[in-house]
Each structure stands twice: as C-alpha cells, then as structure tokens.
C-alpha cells in the first residue's frame, strides 16, 4: 500500500481562491495596460487570461526565492555573507524581469508583450499593488461577515 502524501505536499500545489482572484486581479491589470500603454499587447481576452496564469506561476517561484535569499541574508554572520546575499536579491529582482519577458515571448509570440525592461517593471509593481490591496479588501470584508451577523456593515 503506497504512502499517502505529506498534507504540507498536498497543499504546495492546491489551488486556493486567492490563487484564483490573484489571477482575476491580474487580467484587469493587464487588459487596463494592455488598453492605455502602447507597448502591452494582448490581442486576446484568452491570451491576457493565459499571460496572467503564467505571471502568477512566475511571480510565486520569484517570491518564494526571494524569501529564502532574504532568510539568508538574515542569517548571513559576515559582511561579504551579507553583501553576497544582498547581490543575489538584486540579481533575483532584476533577472525574474528579463525571465518574464523572455517565457511571455516564448510561450506567445508577438500576440502577447509586455513592451521593455521598464514597462514590465511597471506593471509587475500596478500586480503586486493591485493584488495585496483587493487581498485586503477581501480579508476585511470577510472580518466583517464573520464578526456580525452574516451581513457587511
């Protein structure tokens, strides 16, 4: 009889709601530049869908690495230690940019772009706006509900 897996494994690669309107979140932010920047191109409503999908797959794998680069820079003892893990954190955030635009290019052609270095830079800071603050929206709302009588005040 073969082992049942670790819950912790299980839950790695569950889908959650969050994951969900992360995504949803990331198609509004995209269809929005797409529709007043000149150099985001997506030529279909399936096409920013999907891109979403593969920033959000992106992003997580960027910002777990970035977690553990900024737990070993916590724990670095030396200053070359800590200089190593402050160059790998630089190198992290400005690479996953050129990594985003390559897989966007790969995985699409010229029906999907995110214009340059700097506009994709752009738009990842508008994502990463966007999602913490309809995650705060929503987990205040759901204080609300839960803490009267169903209903939101």
């Known amino acids: 009889m073969p082992a049942a897996p670790e819950p912790s494994a299980k839950r790695r690669w569950a889908i959650s709601s969050v994951d969900v309107v992360d995504v949803f979140v990331y198609v509004v932010v995209l269809n929005l530049a797409a529709e007043y920047l000149p150099k985001v191109v997506a030529e279909t409503f399936t096409l920013s869908l999907l891109s979403a999908v593969l920033l959000k797959v992106v992003l997580e794998v960027v910002l777990a690495i970035k977690d553990r680069v900024k737990a070993r820079f916590k724990a670095a003892a030396s200053a070359a230690g800590k200089s190593l893990a402050a160059l790998s954190l630089w190198l992290l955030m400005v690479g996953s940019k050129f990594v985003i635009l390559e897989l966007i290019a790969l995985v699409f052609g010229d029906a999907v772009s995110l214009g340059n270095f700097w506009s994709v830079t752009a738009l990842i800071v508008v994502l990463m706006l966007a999602r913490t ?10 204080r609300q509900v839960s803490a009267g009588s169903g209903q939101l005040d």
């Open 133 to 142: 603050g309809v995650r705060r929206l929503l987990s205040s709302g759901s």
